[in-house]
C-alpha cells in the first residue's frame, strides 16, 4: 500500500504493538509522529507527551501539523494495564487504567478531528482495543471495561463525525512478546498468537483508500478468538488431529 505523502500519528509508538504500526506506515511511505512519555532513537519524527492531560494531546495534534503539514491518520495505540485482582486494586489504580486506554484517545481524537474535517479528503481515526473488551477479563476488569468503552467510542465517533472523518477498531487477541507463546497455542485455533506486525497490516488495511466505505467497524486479528474450556476434549480429539 502507497502512503506516499499521507501524514500519520501513533500514539505510544516507540515500543511493541505502537512501534510496529510505525513502521509499516512508514515502510509504505508515510511520514509519522509517534509520541511516549519515555526517550525515542528511532526513525520517525517524535513527541514526549503523556496523551491523558488533555493540553499535551492537543499538543501533539498541533505539533503533528506544524512538522507534517496535514494530519490524515491517527491511531490510538497507547495503552495498557498490569494484572491486578479486582477486589484488591486501588482505585486510583482502576481511574488511572481508564483515563489510559479510554480518555486519553478521546482526548486525542477531538483534536485531530478538528484538524481532519478541514481537509478536503478528511482523515482516519483508529483505536487499537482488545479481546479484553470483548469477553470476561479476570485480573483485568478495568482494563476490559475501558477497552469495551473504547470499541463503543468508536462506533459513536464514527456516526458523528462520517463522512470527513472515519474510525474504526483493531481489536487484536494475544500478540507475541506479552504473553505465554505455549498457553495461547493451546488455546487459540490459529495455533499461535499475533505478530506486532500482523496488527500493523491491518491498520494499514483501515487506513487505506481499500477501506473507503467502512467506518464503524471493529476488526478483530485474534487467530479465531479462543477455545471454551469445555470444548477441550473436542479440542483435543479431533482439532489437533489436523494439525
Not at 17 to 26: E, H, V
Not at 55 to 60: H, I, R, S, T, V
Not at 115 to 128: A, H, S, T
Not at 217 to 228: F, L, M, T, Y
Request: proline share 7%; glycine share 12%.
Amino acid at each position: 500500500m502507497d502512503f506516499t505523502g499521507r501524514c500519520v500519528v501513533v500514539t505510544g509508538g516507540t515500543r511493541g504493538i505502537g512501534a510496529a504500526i510505525a513502521s509499516a506506515f512508514l515502510a509504505a511511505g508515510a511520514k509519522v509522529l509517534v509520541c511516549g512519555r519515555g526517550s525515542y532513537a528511532g526513525p520517525a519524527d517524535f513527541v514526549r507527551a503523556d496523551v491523558r492531560d488533555p493540553e499535551q494531546a492537543a499538543a501533539l495534534v498541533a505539533a503533528a501539523r506544524e512538522r507534517l503539514g496535514r494530519l490524515d491518520v491517527l491511531v490510538n495505540n497507547a495503552g495498557g494495564a498490569p494484572a491486578v485482582p479486582a477486589a484488591t486494586a486501588s482505585p486510583r489504580l482502576h481511574a488511572k487504567i481508564i483515563e489510559l486506554n479510554l480518555i486519553a484517545p478521546l482526548h486525542v481524537s477531538q483534536a485531530a478531528n478538528a484538524v481532519m474535517r478541514e481537509q478536503p479528503d478528511g482523515g482516519v481515526i483508529l483505536m487499537v482495543g482488545s479481546v479484553s473488551g470483548t469477553r470476561p477479563s479476570p485480573g483485568g476488569a478495568a482494563y476490559g471495561a475501558a477497552k469495551a468503552g473504547l470499541h463503543h467510542l468508536a462506533t459513536s465517533l464514527a456516526a458523528e463525525w462520517a463522512p470527513a472523518v472515519r474510525v474504526n477498531s483493531v481489536v487484536p487477541g494475544p500478540v507475541a512478546g506479552f504473553l505465554d507463546a505455549e498457553a495461547v497455542a493451546r488455546t487459540v485455533p490459529m495455533g499461535r498468537p499475533a505478530t506486532p506486525e500482523e496488527v500493523a497490516g491491518v491498520c494499514l488495511l483501515l487506513a487505506s483508500p481499500l477501506a473507503s466505505y467502512v467506518t464503524g467497524a471493529a476488526v478483530a486479528v485474534h487467530g479465531g478468538g479462543e477455545w471454551p474450556g469445555y470444548l477441550a476434549d473436542l479440542r483435543d480429539a479431533a482439532y489437533r488431529a489436523q494439525k
